[in-house]
């Protein structure tokens, strides 16, 4: 596609429950990066994929946190047992290895509920 | 943490340049600096890297001290449309995506009066 693709953009969901965002990167970005923004707050970096190398999980908060790639394509990102403090938008973004230095691509990112 | 210091805010007047200053005392030889932007509920939007030079594009000019330690991001002709959030941003590669992530600090919260 022509952008980095993210859905749902709006979730609302109740406390406990799991829920799964996606993002459909630019076709050929080898990269493709998560991070989470709390209201008014700065990005914090969640996980990174790079093509079939071991993601970067460093940033991811908890173990309630997690995040698959399948090859170069599409990333699920779940949360499972939300907590109100999860609450927060949900940026992804990619990047192509090769050339251009034309930064990160993102997305319009997941706005998350949990009430 | 963030590699780089940027004031909180700043004002600008519609059709007048808006200078945004960063500091980034500590960059390493390798490492580029990028600048991106946040108009309120969108994602992060690239606008311009340099390593040493210079450098100029459609949105922006980008101006490096010669020691590196600081930059100036500089919008010619600021619209209302360019208030957004400006982040600073020093990494070591600069084609985006091989050694790792963007680390976001505050940044800097532009306001374009008209």
């Known amino acids: 596609g022509a952008g980095v693709s993210q859905s749902p953009s709006n979730k609302v969901t109740e406390k406990g429950k799991d829920v799964e965002l996606r993002c459909d990167p630019i076709s050929g970005h080898t990269a493709l990066y998560w991070y989470r923004q709390r209201l008014g707050q700065g990005l914090e970096f969640l996980i990174y994929?790079?093509?079939?190398?071991?993601?970067?999980k460093s940033g991811l908060p908890s173990d309630r946190f997690s995040a698959e790639r399948t090859g170069e394509s599409v990333s699920t990102l779940t949360i499972q047992r939300t907590q109100q403090e999860d609450s927060a938008v949900y940026l992804c973004?990619?990047?192509?290895?090769?050339?251009?230095?034309?930064?990160?691509?993102f997305g319009s990112g997941t706005r998350l509920t949990v009430v | 943490d963030a590699k780089t210091t940027q004031p909180p805010s700043m004002d600008c007047a519609e059709g007048r340049a808006a200078n945004l200053p960063c500091n980034h005392s500590t960059i390493s030889g390798n490492e580029y600096v990028y600048w991106y932007r946040q108009i309120h509920s969108q994602g992060p939007q690239y606008i311009i890297h340099g390593l040493k030079n210079n450098e100029t594009n459609e949105m922006a000019s980008l101006i490096i001290t010669e020691d590196r330690k600081s930059s100036t991001l500089i919008l010619p002709h600021a619209t209302l449309r360019d208030t957004a959030v400006y982040y600073c941003i020093v990494r070591a590669d600069g084609y985006g995506g091989s050694q790792g992530n963007l680390i976001f600090g505050k940044g800097t919260k532009l306001s374009v009066k008209p």
């Open positions: 994929f790079q093509g079939n190398s071991a993601p970067d």
């Open positions: 973004a990619s990047s192509s290895q090769v050339g251009g230095g034309e930064g990160y691509t």
